[in-house]
């Protein structure tokens, strides 16, 4: 059964209870808690508190955990960064474990230059991938890999690239970024769905337009189409809306917030009949 979700990062401003309560209020029956959310995130990381609160919305079913991904990068050029960066993803697949959430959504990192990955920016992940092999194994968490848009110095940007390293790695699943693939084209998102839907355990959506990304949907009728093209493929995992408030033309209220996402829940289940 699919769930539609909301990122935890869209009510950033709020505390925790606040977050679930309008999340729930939007209509939403899942939420993608990510793990940077400011009143979780500066506070230490009270996971007591966090289990509490998810306990308190028992109507948020199949809730998923994003990783810490600012400030980080897993793969960078300084050992110091890159290992605090694969400690806090550990860490995340972790929480997810004793908070009973199954799928935590990993980002690959990046080449530090704004150049191609090079052989040591490889091996550098091959390490970060093993770390995160060994961190999953046994816990029952899936760790799901997110495709990032093209640029020149990302690791994961392309849906054969994507396949090549589910092939390799037969433990590792999938997160789908549709607003990270629509900067290629509505094909690239389709050609994702089509190498690697086998492995797909969350998706992410958002539009994309005139470089900007994780958009509104609501009324994108080529939205419509991936959305009903991922249903047909078989996939019946949560659908996470992933929208950036900086993207809107003033700072939302979260009376506005809840509203916006209210209509985008719509639309995508008219898209689903």
């Known amino acids: 059964m699919v ?8 009510f950033h401003e709020y505390p925790l209870e606040e977050i679930f309560s309008f999340v729930v209020e939007a209509g939403c ?3 993608e808690f990510w793990v940077e959310t400011p009143s979780y995130w500066m506070a230490g990381q009270p996971e007591d508190d966090l ?18 991904i600012l400030d980080l990068n897993p793969t960078s050029i300084n050992p110091a960064v890159a290992e605090v960066s694969v400690r806090c993803t550990v860490d995340a697949i972790r ?6 959430i199954t799928v935590v959504t990993v980002h690959p990192g990046r080449r ?4 191609p990955p090079s052989a040591p920016d490889y091996v550098r992940f091959a390490w970060y991938i093993r770390a995160l ?8 968490v899936k760790v799901s890999m997110e495709n990032m848009e093209r640029k020149v110095n990302s ?7 994507m396949r090549e390293l589910l092939d390799r790695e037969h ?4 997160t789908l970024d549709i607003s990270h693939a629509l900067r290629a084209g509505t094909e690239e998102v389709r050609r994702y769905i089509d190498l690697c839907g086998d492995r797909l355990a969350n998706v992410h959506v958002g539009g994309s337009a005139d470089g900007r990304m994780h958009l509104p949907i609501d009324g994108d009728d080529g939205m419509a189409g991936i959305l009903r093209y991922l249903l047909q493929s078989g996939y019946r995992g949560n659908l996470t809306l992933e929208l950036e408030d900086r993207n809107f033309t003033h700072d939302l209220t979260a009376e506005e917030k809840v509203l916006v996402l209210s209509r985008e829940l719509a639309f995508m289940r008219d898209c689903f009949v």
């Open 3 to 10: 769930h539609l979700a909301v990122s935890s990062m869209f």
């Open 29 to 31: 029956d899942s939420v």
């Open 51 to 68: 289990v509490q609160t998810m306990q308190k919305f028992p109507e948020l079913v199949s809730p998923t955990l994003h990783a810490p």
């Open 95 to 100: 929480l997810a474990a004793r908070t009973g």
């Open 112 to 115: 530090t230059a704004k150049r």
């Open 133 to 140: 092999e060994e961190a999953a194994s046994g816990s029952g």
């Open 155 to 161: 690791l994961l940007c392309t849906p054969d690239d």
């Open 171 to 174: 433990w590792l699943w999938f």
